[in-house]
C-alpha cells in the first residue's frame, strides 16, 4: 500500500509564493514519474507540471516561468515552487506519482490541497 501526504498551500496574495510538498511512503516502487495537477471551481483537473525519473520537467504554458517542479528521490517527496502567484491559480492542487513495481504500474494521487490567490 502507497501512502501519500501533500503540504503546504493557503491563502497568498497576488504576487505571492508558496511552496508545495508531496511525500510518498509505504509499498513504493521505481519512481518513473512525479507530477502536479490543479483544479479550479467548474473546470477540470489539468496538468501543471512533470518531472520525470531522470530529472526532466515539463510545465504547463500557464505556469513557465514562476513555478518550479522538483523532487528528492531519497525521501520520495516532491515539491512545486509557486511564484509570482496570480488569482487564475486558484485551485485545488494535488501530487501525483507513478511507479513500476514488479513489473506493475501504479498510479498515486494526493489528498489535495487548496491554494488561493486573492487580495
Known amino acids: 500500500q502507497v501512502h501519500m501526504v501533500q503540504s503546504g498551500g493557503g491563502l497568498v496574495q497576488p504576487g505571492g509564493s508558496l511552496r508545495l510538498s508531496c511525500a510518498a511512503s509505504g509499498d513504493i516502487g521505481h519512481i518513473s514519474r512525479m507530477a502536479w495537477y490543479r483544479q479550479a471551481p467548474g473546470k477540470q483537473r489539468e496538468s501543471v507540471a512533470i518531472i520525470s525519473g531522470g530529472g526532466t520537467t515539463n510545465y504547463a504554458d500557464s505556469v513557465k516561468g514562476r513555478f518550479t517542479i522538483s523532487k528528492d528521490n531519497a525521501k520520495n517527496t516532491v515539491y512545486l515552487q509557486m511564484n509570482s502567484l496570480k488569482p487564475e491559480d486558484t485551485a485545488v492542487y494535488y501530487c501525483?506519482?507513478?511507479?513500476?513495481?514488479?513489473?506493475?504500474?501504479?498510479?498515486?494521487w494526493g489528498q489535495g490541497t487548496q491554494v488561493t490567490v486573492s487580495s
Open positions: 501525483n506519482v507513478q511507479d513500476v513495481s514488479m513489473g506493475v504500474r501504479g498510479d498515486y
